[in-house]
């Protein structure tokens, strides 16, 4: 994927097929260079097993797809920049996405049009109650 917004795309969208009514996004540019990326949704969340599987570009829980890419192609992303992705979830909790990434390093995407991805999934999702969170010293 092109930029950090096309992710946040992705992820949001597995959120949303996982029943989430409520999904927050937000990203923290911190003084000494990191970027955080947070997804959180309110959706029926997964077991342990279920995690390890997500993370796996071979599993996909949709029966027409063959391969599932969204969270690794992201922590794939969070990797190349010496970063990492962390999965919190639990049934009937949610899921937390966690992408943390050295915004500085020159294999860091550029995070693309956020405003414009919130849009559409407003648009295509108005049962879902969607925030964006954006905070940071640079004014992110």
């Not at 994927?1 to 992705?10: N, Q, V």
């Not at 992201?74 to 190349?80: C, D, I, R, T, V």
């Given at each position: 994927?092109?930029?950090?917004?096309?992710?946040?795309?992705?992820v949001v969208e597995n959120s949303l097929r996982a029943g989430a009514k409520r999904v927050e996004?937000?990203?923290?540019?911190?003084a000494d260079g990191r970027l955080a990326l947070t997804i959180l949704d309110d959706g029926r969340g997964m077991d342990e097993e279920e995690r390890a599987r997500a993370l796996s570009p071979f599993y996909t829980s949709r029966g027409e797809k063959r391969f599932g890419l969204g969270l690794p192609l992201?922590?794939?992303?969070?990797?190349?920049t010496g970063g990492r992705l962390t999965l919190e979830s639990a049934p009937g909790k949610g899921t937390r996405v966690t992408a943390?990434?050295?915004a500085d390093h020159i294999d860091m995407k550029p995070?693309?049009?956020?405003?414009?991805?919130?849009?559409?999934?407003q648009a295509t999702h108005p049962e879902v109650a969607f925030t964006l969170e954006i905070d940071g010293e640079d004014g992110l």
């Open positions: 994927m092109e930029d950090l917004s096309l992710h946040i795309l992705d996004v937000r990203l923290v540019q911190h992201l922590a794939q992303a969070a990797q190349e943390e990434f050295d995070l693309g049009d956020l405003g414009r991805t919130l849009r559409v999934l």
